[in-house]
Nanobody, 125 residues
Framework: QVQPVESGGGLVQAGGSLRLSCAAS????????MGWFRQAPGKEREFVAA????????YYSDSVKGRFTISRDNAKNTVYLQMNSLKPDDTAVYYC??????????????????WGQGTQVTVST
């Protein structure tokens, strides 16, 4: 069983930055794609970003492209989401996700294999 655990959420002013981290248990971490979703109040959960199993390929939603950067450290079983130029519309609960497919095929369709519990990100005006 693989269990991702998020950290790093909080309150930030518009234009600021935050970095989310997600640590995952399990020996197979380095073989899985990792990513992030978010869910704002009253909205459906949406894909944000993903990285392939070795970090060579990354994928972003149009709404965060150019502002967010996903990366991973397989030695630490951790994936990161660096969020810059934050906007109030980025306010949401952010969920870490794991896809047993190495290139996040299912994740990019909104169907990862494992979910974290989520961490709140609030961007104030």
């Amino acid at each position: 069983q693989v269990q991702p655990v998020e950290s790093g959420g909080g309150l930030v002013q518009a234009g600021g930055s935050l970095r989310l981290s997600c640590a995952a248990s399990g020996r197979a971490f380095s073989r899985y794609a990792m990513g992030w979703f978010r869910q704002a109040p009253g909205k459906e959960r949406e894909f944000v970003a993903a990285t392939s199993w070795y970090g060579k390929s990354t994928y972003y939603s149009d709404s965060v492209k150019g502002r967010f950067t996903i990366s991973r450290d397989n030695a630490k079983n951790t994936v990161y989401l660096q969020m810059n130029s934050l906007k109030p519309d980025d306010t949401a609960v952010y969920y870490c996700a794991i896809d047993r497919d190495q290139f996040a095929v299912s994740m990019r369709k909104g169907r990862p294999d494992y979910w974290g519990q989520g961490t709140q990100v609030t961007v104030s005006t």
